[in-house]
Each structure stands twice: as structure tokens, then as C-alpha cells.
Nanobody, 123 residues
Framework: VQLQASGGGLVQAGDSLRLSCAASGRTFSAYGLGWFRQAPGKAREFVAAIAWRSESTYYADSVKGRFTISRDNAANTGYLQMTGLKPEDTAVYYC?????????????????WGQGTLVTVSS
């Protein structure tokens, strides 16, 4: 499956953004979907994940209550709605997909990655 992340941009603290992850090539509903982010000089970290048919969602503590992950399998697209953005949310955001999906918060679990979209939050 090929993934294309989009929707990043420059926003102010407290603003909202919605990231999209468009999938092509394989049956999107066969893959668990995750969002990760990587800030300059830091390791890639888990943000959120959603199971194949949205039956389960998971969030990093740092974004819980502010971010919402969702997916539309009919449209082959995943989403990350981000509200209450903070400067520490500044990072390149990646979507990723995996069929087995045993460890949803481990980037090494995922076989397929989008190219990343930059989110910059100014204070």
C-alpha cells in the first residue's frame, strides 16, 4: 500500500489542523493505521493508532484529549484531527500502515510509510 500524508502547515498555539493520509494500491481496510511524529533532533514517536475497522483507537499521553484519529475505508483515507496545538507538537508527522499490527505504538512494526507532512506551531 502507498501512503500520502498531507495537511500540515504553520499555525499558532491553540489552533487546529487536520492531517490526511491517502492510501492506494491495496485494500486499505486490511491495514492498521498509525500516526507518528519526529521533531528535529529527536526520535520518531508514536502519536495515535486506529484498528482496521475503527474498532480500537490508541493515543500517546501527550496528545490524549486533543487529537482524534479516524479513518474512512470507503475513501481509503485516514485522518488525524489536532486541536489545542502546542509548540511542542511541532514535528514532521508520518502516517504508517501494517497488516499484522501487534504493537501499534512501535514504528518498527509498520511496513508502509507516507512521506511526512510538517506541522509547525508557533507560540
Amino acid at each position: 500500500v502507498q501512503l500520502q500524508a498531507s495537511g500540515g502547515g504553520l499555525v499558532q498555539a491553540g489552533d487546529s489542523l487536520r492531517l490526511s493520509c491517502a492510501a492506494s494500491g491495496r485494500t486499505f481496510s486490511a491495514y492498521g493505521l498509525g500516526w507518528f511524529r519526529q521533531a528535529p533532533g529527536k526520535a520518531r514517536e508514536f502519536v495515535a493508532a486506529i484498528a482496521w475497522r475503527s474498532e480500537s483507537t490508541y493515543y500517546a499521553d501527550s496528545v490524549k484529549g486533543r487529537f482524534t484519529i479516524s479513518r474512512d475505508n470507503a475513501a481509503n483515507t485516514g485522518y488525524l484531527q489536532m486541536t489545542g496545538l502546542k509548540p511542542e507538537d511541532t514535528a514532521v508527522y508520518y502516517c504508517a500502515a501494517d497488516r499484522i499490527w501487534d504493537y501499534y505504538d512501535d514504528p518498527d512494526e509498520y511496513d508502509y510509510w507516507g512521506q511526512g507532512t510538517l506541522v509547525t506551531v508557533s507560540s
